[in-house]
């Protein structure tokens, strides 16, 4: 018989093994600092609980989930419509793990408790790292609390499902389900960010409901069980919930025409749809619709920043890991001194975001009994969401690029990554809007430029680098008439600015001194990897190392 081996060409040597069967809270050095920080401490064991399986089951269930993406059946086998988008099971079980552990209702079922929106900004973070497409509807779902507040009595039974701690993805009407969840219908195709141009039309009825007729462009998950929507009524843009179903259990008008064929957010479904007289619930005042959906877009945009730092923390903890395993040159990729000087660079920026995201949500969680921090939260929340999910693409394609050719593979996930990263500085208003935004409230809410002086003023004195930023951004705010062409300039100085304050306020004042000489200081370089030589590569890089619960 003839001896296989004879034959064998190679043996599979030098290849990385998959970062498997670990704890993304515990691993994550720079966000439970942040975390505790920014009092939220005490939520540390649902946390650890919920990274445990972020770094196990859900890491895997994310594969399967975009492997197997969305369909549409718009038709029964009898020719009625539907309108049913089929999902893989590990998404059901996905968002079955994270409704389960609040990630769309923790910071509602906490709300006595110090920092619970810091807490549920954790989970999230912890859950986008495995899966960030189911972050879409848990996002929504979380944000939609505070418009619904402007809504009358009927709307506490929706509260109530909303943030129950399960999942339920029957399509059943609300009050026969378990838990509920909601997304969002605001861009039609001739306006997108601009939702006072929307042309879909509410028309009252008898009953004090309205019917819908037009269409919406952008239909974010359209599985959920409602939507927030504007529409024009008698008195201008309003906000209206529009249920899925029907109290009778039968279909509501909206007719979905497509699923959005996306470059990534895979295991998510997007649509686009028509309103034909579809019911709908007014919430808040007729002609207030910009306004009622405000606090929700603050909350959605402030998941923008966190789900953007997770994606660079997975990024990064990916690039470490294959970097320890993987040997060049006669030595380990980790022990090159250009490789550390790369990973250190990823891990400094991912740590940055991850500070100031948690800032935000503590400002967010202050702000409704502290004016002050309320102004902050107005201002940095735009700040953030410019800069921090601008940053994310660059940085997860350098991390991939630590891998080689296999980070351009689909079995890993670095290809995921890479997709999903641009997402975010899209979604919930693209850069500019942020920009726009940041300018309106220091025009209309001096309050919010007082409130920013006074954090960044707070690290004053600690590092030279920081303080000459701060008085060029006060120079450059003093300058109106060439303000806004040059917004992006100056929004991107204060959010780095911002985030070296934050930075100073804890507990690395290496890693803080060496973000200020390299994002505000003459030392930085717009590539990674240009850290000078006295950095804090193996601190940086430690923190950035996922550690096996085994």
Known sequence: MTDPSQFATHAVENQPGALRDYNAWTSDAPLREAVAREGAGWAVSHLHEYGR?????????????????????????????????EFHPAYHRIMQLAMQHGVHSYAWRNVHRESAHVARAALIY????????????????????PALRHAGDWAAPWVEKLTAQ???????????????????????????????????????????SYALVGHKWFFSAPMSDAHLVLAQADAGLTCFLVPRLLADGTRNAVAIQRLKDKLGDWSNASSEVEFQGAHALR????????????????????????????????????????????????????????????????????EAATALAMRVARAIDAAPRDPREAAFARIATALGKFWVCKRAPGQ????????????????????????????????????????????????????????LFEVLGRAGGQQRDLDLAVARLAADFDRPETLEVRSRYVVERAAKALQAAVLLSGEQPAIAEIFCRHRLGEEGAASYGTLAADAPFDLLIARATALSEG
């Not at 895997?60 to 009625?80: C, I, K, M, Q, T």
């Not at 912890?126 to 609390?145: E, H, N």
């Not at 850069?431 to 726009?436: H, I, M």
């Open 166 to 208: 399960d999942y339920d993805p029957r399509a059943l009407p609300m009050a026969d389900k378990r838990a509920c969840t909601i997304g969002m219908g605001m861009t039609e195709k001739q306006g997108g960010s601009d939702v006072r141009a929307n042309t879909t039309r509410a028309v009252t009825q008898p009953d004090g």
């Open 283 to 350: 919430v808040g005042a007729e002609g207030r619709g910009v306004a009622t959906i405000l606090e929700m877009v603050a909350l959605t945009r402030l998941d923008c920043i966190t789900c953007s730092a997770a994606l660079m923390r997975q990024a990064v903890v990916q690039a470490v890991h294959h970097a320890g395993q993987r040997r060049v040159f006669g030595k380990l990729l980790i022990d090159q001194p250009l490789m550390r000087n790369v990973l250190a660079d990823l891990a400094l920026e991912a």
């Open 396 to 451: 997860v394609n350098e991390a991939q690029e630590c891998l080689g050719g296999i980070g351009y593979v689909e079995d890993t996930i670095m290809p995921r990554l890479y997709r999903q990263a641009p997402l975010n500085s899209i979604w919930e208003g693209a850069g500019n809007v942020q920009c726009l935004d940041v300018l309106r409230a220091l025009r209309r809410e001096p309050e919010t430029r007082e409130a």
């Open 126 to 145: 912890l859950g986008s790292q495995a899966d960030a497409g189911s972050a879409c509807p848990l996002s929504m779902t979380y944000a939609a609390i």
């Open 53 to 85: 399986l972020v770094g196990g089951e859900l890491v895997e269930l994310g594969f399967a989930a975009n492997r197997h993406r969305p369909v549409l059946h718009s038709y029964d086998a009898h020719g009625r419509r539907i309108d049913e988008v």
